[in-house]
């Protein structure tokens, strides 16, 4: 898998991708100190609302702001965002109000919805090779993963001998040296944009996905990875401090096994998508999904002591599994049905449309669960998992079993009896 990374210009993107990440994950943390100190106990209103903020910037931002760059050259966008990400976490030390907060973190999420798909959308022109797409693919994956798992550490190390308000320095470096590294890329020569006006260009990503048998399939599988991951993100603190009155090592170490599951697939997805197509494997994947949130509603209703710890653990580890084995080869998809001058539209109404399903899943799995039960919103939660697996596999149904031939700029994404 590592072995990508001898291509030099794709080598520093991915250290850039890392550094940011890194920078991100300090954010967090720094972020939820600050929101104490501004609110005391109103602090986790604070951070549902940013969070909010951030989900609806990601929705709504990301096609907009798509539609409004297209004719952009790629790199310097990329720049452009990562300087004002690293602008935004420069001001929030500064920060003496609430709301405050909130419109910084709206511009920082909008950049981040810049920078995301048009990153995600470059990556299959430094690396046109199918096999070693993946393997950045899976690389992405773990890089996203081992942040999750290590920027709290950071973040702790750090703190046992800085202020809290030091560690948004930590995200600006982390930014700059992204945009450094960014700026040491050569970039493919970027393809020439089709004709139309904005209207066209906002709606573009999303009329592929119309187009496309494939992509529409996709859509169910958001829903369906949204609603398991919902249940774990949202719902591993309530049930392990609350229910299981456990203290946050505990909370760490369910979410690690999370993280852990997740690293395992994304590190043997080269080989799986070598012997196996795209689309079985997500299905697989996907298919597992509401049987462990099932598992998860039995768990939790009716397990008791050590021995309902230790299921909830290996279910977390096949949740992170199962969850990156959707989302993986996902990508693959979207390279495979845009061509050259679609992709940026495409990841980007692909990243609007996956976090249009996580907006409505946090709420159910946050607000709702806190009325009804963590074991009834599992249940909820696996319902909606499944509708989204039937409207997938409604779409897919019409498609042959064989592996699709990989497609050339030219003629991607084109299928039997589909015009572009």
């Known amino acids: 898998m590592l072995r990508v990374l001898g291509n030099r210009q794709y080598a520093k993107l991915f250290t850039a991708q890392v550094v940011a990440l890194l920078g991100t994950g300090l954010l967090t943390v720094a972020l939820g100190l600050l929101a104490y100190d501004l609110a005391g106990a109103q602090a986790g209103s604070v951070l549902g609302v940013a969070l909010s903020i951030k989900m609806l910037a990601y929705v709504f931002c990301a096609p907009l702001i798509g539609a409004l760059i297209d004719r952009l050259?790629?790199?310097?966008?990329?720049?452009?965002?990562d300087l004002l990400r690293?602008?935004?976490?420069l001001c929030l030390p500064f920060v003496g109000e609430v709301w405050q907060i909130y419109v910084l973190i709206f511009v920082l999420q909008s950049a981040s919805a810049t920078f995301t798909p048009a990153f995600q959308a470059l990556i299959p022109s430094i690396l046109p090779e199918e096999q070693d797409y993946t393997r950045a693919l899976s690389l992405s994956r773990l890089a996203y993963d081992l942040e999750a798992l290590l920027s709290p550490l950071l973040a702790a190390a750090l703190l046992s001998v800085l202020s809290y308000s030091n560690l948004f320095l930590g995200t600006v470096a982390g930014f700059l040296l992204s945009a450094i590294l960014v700026t040491a890329t050569n970039f493919p020569l970027q393809p020439a944009t089709s004709p139309g006006g904005f209207v066209h260009r906002l709606t573009r990503g999303i009329?592929?996905?119309?187009?496309?048998?494939e992509l529409r399939g996709v859509l169910g599988l958001n829903l369906t990875v949204a609603a398991a991951s919902s249940m774990v993100l949202i719902n591993t603190v309530v049930f392990v401090r609350g229910n299981l009155a456990l203290g946050q090592v505990e909370v760490a170490l369910l979410l690690g096994a999370y993280g852990a599951g997740s690293m395992c697939?994304?590190?043997?997805?080269?080989?799986?998508?070598?012997?196996?197509?795209?689309?079985?494997?997500?299905?697989?994947?996907a298919g597992t999904l509401p049987v462990l949130l099932f598992a998860a509603a039995a768990v939790i209703g009716w397990g008791r002591g050590s021995e309902q710890w230790l299921i909830l653990v290996v279910l977390w580890v096949l949740f992170g599994a199962a969850t990156s084995g959707v989302l993986t080869p996902s990508a693959r998809l979207l390279r495979r049905n845009a061509s050259s001058d679609e992709r940026p539209a495409v990841f980007a109404a692909q990243f609007s449309l996956s976090h249009a399903c996580f907006l409505l899943c946090y709420p159910l799995a946050g607000v709702l669960g806190a009325r009804i039960g963590l074991s009834q919103i599992a249940l909820v939660l696996a319902v909606c998992a499944l509708l989204g697996i039937g409207f997938t596999v409604f779409a897919w149904a019409s498609l042959s079993r064989s592996r699709p031939p990989v497609a050339s700029d030219s003629t991607q994404g084109l299928r039997p009896g589909e015009a572009r």
């Open 73 to 81: 050259p790629r790199k310097a966008v990329i720049i452009t965002a």
């Open 86 to 89: 690293a602008a935004v976490a």
């Open 207 to 213: 009329h592929r996905f119309g187009r496309s048998t």
């Open 265 to 285: 697939i994304a590190v043997s997805m080269p080989g799986l998508l070598g012997r196996f197509t795209d689309r079985r494997v997500m299905l697989l994947c």
